[in-house]
């Protein structure tokens, strides 16, 4: 008998006295209470149910839903498109278990591997992967789903076993094209920050029409933070301006500044903040919130904590300055800033999301934009080249030699700038095709460097794009890392639940 039989042996041998041990269990409501589980667990169906009530929260939670669908879907297509008709495998014999505990009707496919123990493996460490704190009561969950098919009959022990092994390894390779989360590193904990109890000293501006309309984030805050003053944005403000005269009717003047609303207006606020002096707290309530889950601020009631316990660091803040068609003008940049295709990206999306909805009109604007780019000649720091898009990012990007998705670092004092070379037979063709495999790093039309500051021109006047607005246009730009801010953020011992 060769090795790897007697190893095939020794895996039966263990399946067969485990199930063996299931079937000495004596009856409880534990029996009919796995019968249904396991039931609601076909098709994925429990976790798709649980994907749509993570999604209606939004934040780090839809983030959770998508990924997790996604590596659902996947291990789906792979356990029963795949692997089963490949590896067949018996089920356990039906009178191996008393009639109260077997699942009716046994399942005809292949037993090896367990589809739904990759399902539930495969959705909760999806989630865990964007949000721990929502994975706590799914993996539990996901483990009994798994030794429901056990002891209810349909699969051996190591069906199971290795089934959950493939669902989690598919969830954890999502992470190739779509990089998880990771709170990035900013300097030391700024001492003498001001603690404000219930909020007492602090001004917010409140973009009530970031994020999900249906939600006003101020009643949120009121209930968080009562002793603050909230200031609206109207339709047409200038959220900069909006902020400085209620910065100014304020009796005495605030002792902190914050910010409710996408990264356009958490941009605006932070010019504010710096031109004080003041530390300022940031409320996720936008979209996408890219700068607060950079940052490491989970959702409101995180940064009210921070707010009333006084934790907060230093990090970066990039200024660019550029030529547009009425003058000179200077911008402070908390994430990025971009010349090529993203702007025409950027334009596009605002147009379309009245009529089509956030993530239709980014999808659509997405590939209009590719369909629509034209090569840039630009010229950085004296060196010259053709590029499809040019990037520059306030801080460190991760992944390296990638597409950038997140920042571990926030405090680097440089500038990530990538491009995309078009001075290259069918690079458009070929960027596309790299970017489907999350390859787009490793192909020669591909570049990245990091600096403190760098000055592009640019062959003709182009759109200039920063923290997710078309803020005017170019010939010259002129970027670097300019200040530092202070920023309320939990630091990890005060953070709830960790000790």
């Not at 534990?30 to 749509?52: E, K, M, N, P, Q």
């Not at 356009?264 to 003041?278: E, F, I």
Request: proline share 7%.
């Amino acid at each position: 008998m060769t090795g790897l039989a007697r190893r095939f042996q020794r895996v039966g041998s263990v399946d067969r006295a485990l199930t063996a041990a299931v079937a000495r269990l004596p009856a409880s409501p534990l029996d009919s209470g796995l019968l249904r589980l396991t039931r609601t667990a076909d098709f994925g169906a429990l976790w798709l149910v649980i994907a749509l009530a993570l999604g209606t929260r939004g934040g780090e939670h839809r983030r959770a839903a998508i990924r997790g669908v996604a590596a659902l879907t996947a291990t789906e297509a792979i356990v029963n498109g795949g692997l089963k008709p490949i590896i067949a495998r018996r089920r356990p014999a039906a009178d191996l278990l008393p009639p109260r505990r077997r699942s009716v009707p046994r399942p005809a496919s292949s037993s090896f591997p367990s589809g739904h123990s990759a399902a539930a493996a495969a959705f909760a460490t999806a989630v865990a992967v964007e949000s721990p704190r929502a994975a706590a009561g799914l993996i539990p969950l996901a483990g009994l789903v798994a030794y429901s098919r056990v002891h209810t009959g349909v699969h051996w022990g190591s069906d199971a076993l290795a089934g959950a092994l493939i669902g989690s390894a598919v969830a954890l390779a999502t992470r190739h094209w779509w990089p998880a989360p990771v709170q990035a590193i900013a300097r030391e904990r700024h001492q003498g920050t001001p603690a404000l109890p219930a909020g007492d000293g602090l001004l917010v501006l409140v973009n009530p029409v970031a994020g999900d309309p249906a939600v006003d984030p101020c009643e949120e805050l009121a209930t968080l933070l009562p002793a603050a003053t909230l200031v609206r944005i109207d339709q047409g403000d200038d959220p900069a301006r909006r902020l400085e005269l209620a910065f100014r009717a304020c009796t005495p003047r605030p002792t902190a500044l914050g910010v409710a609303g996408g990264d356009g207006t958490l941009a605006a606020a932070a010019t504010v903040a710096l031109r004080r002096g003041l530390p300022l707290a940031v409320f996720p309530t936008g979209t996408r919130n890219h700068f607060a889950r950079d940052l490491g601020v989970r959702d409101t009631a995180e940064a009210a904590a921070a707010v009333e316990s006084g934790d907060a660091v230093d990090i970066d803040i990039a200024r660019v300055r550029f030529d547009d068609e009425d003058g000179q003008r200077t911008r402070h940049v908390l994430n990025v800033a971009s010349v090529g295709a993203y702007p025409e990206m950027v334009r596009l999306r605002r147009k379309w999301r009245s009529q089509w909805g956030r993530r239709l009109a980014f999808a659509a604007a997405s590939v209009a934009a590719v369909r629509r780019a034209r090569p840039l000649t630009v010229e950085v720091d004296g060196d010259r080249r053709r590029v499809w898009v040019l990037f520059f990012g306030n801080g460190s990007y991760h992944p390296r030699r990638s597409t950038p998705a997140v920042r571990d670092h926030l405090a680097a004092g440089l500038l990530d700038i990538r491009w995309l070379r078009a001075d290259r037979p069918w690079s458009r063709v070929r960027i596309v095709l790299a970017a489907g495999l999350a390859a787009v790093g490793r192909t020669r039309l591909y570049g990245e460097c990091r600096r403190p500051e760098l000055t592009v021109r640019l062959a003709s006047r182009e759109p200039l794009a920063a923290d997710g607005e078309v803020i005017g246009t170019a010939t010259r730009i002129h970027m670097t890392v300019a200040r530092r801010l202070t920023v309320y953020r939990l630091i990890p011992s005060a953070r709830p639940g960790t000790g």
